[in-house]
């Protein structure tokens, strides 16, 4: 069993910034990829950010050069600093690991992520 705790969400003016984390634990021995999704209310849960074990990272169009994905020193945890945020950004981010190329992966509970003034 694996399982992702998030932390870092929160409510931020337009132009703020916020820090999200997530450290995996439990039965995982290897990691090919970490990654945050994000779903808003009425839309699908979209791809924000990957990072794989190699440091090859993948970003939504809509993000990129706003958002950063990072591993940390544990190469367990994995982190999206945010900059420039939008309301547009507001939404459940959720944290996604990857042990293995194949299926399956496993999720966070999420975390709220509003951007208002």
């Known amino acids: 069993q694996v399982q992702l705790v998030e932390s870092g969400g929160g409510l931020v003016q337009p132009g703020g910034s916020l820090r999200l984390s997530c450290a995996a634990s439990?039965?995982?021995?290897?990691?090919?990829?970490m990654g945050w999704y994000r779903q808003a209310p009425g839309k699908q849960r979209e791809l924000v950010a990957t990072?794989?074990?190699?440091?090859?990272?993948n970003y939504a169009d809509s993000v990129k050069d706003r958002f950063t994905i990072s591993r940390g020193n544990a190469k367990n945890t994995v982190y999206l600093q945010m900059n420039s945020l939008k309301p547009e950004d507001t939404a459940v981010y959720y944290c996604?690991?990857?042990?293995?190329?194949?299926?399956?992966?496993?999720w966070g509970q999420g975390t709220q992520v509003t951007v208002s003034s």
């Open positions: 439990g039965s995982i021995s290897s990691i090919y990829a």
């Open positions: 996604n690991v990857r042990p293995t190329i194949l299926p399956p992966n496993y």
């Open positions: 990072i794989t074990g190699g440091g090859s990272t």
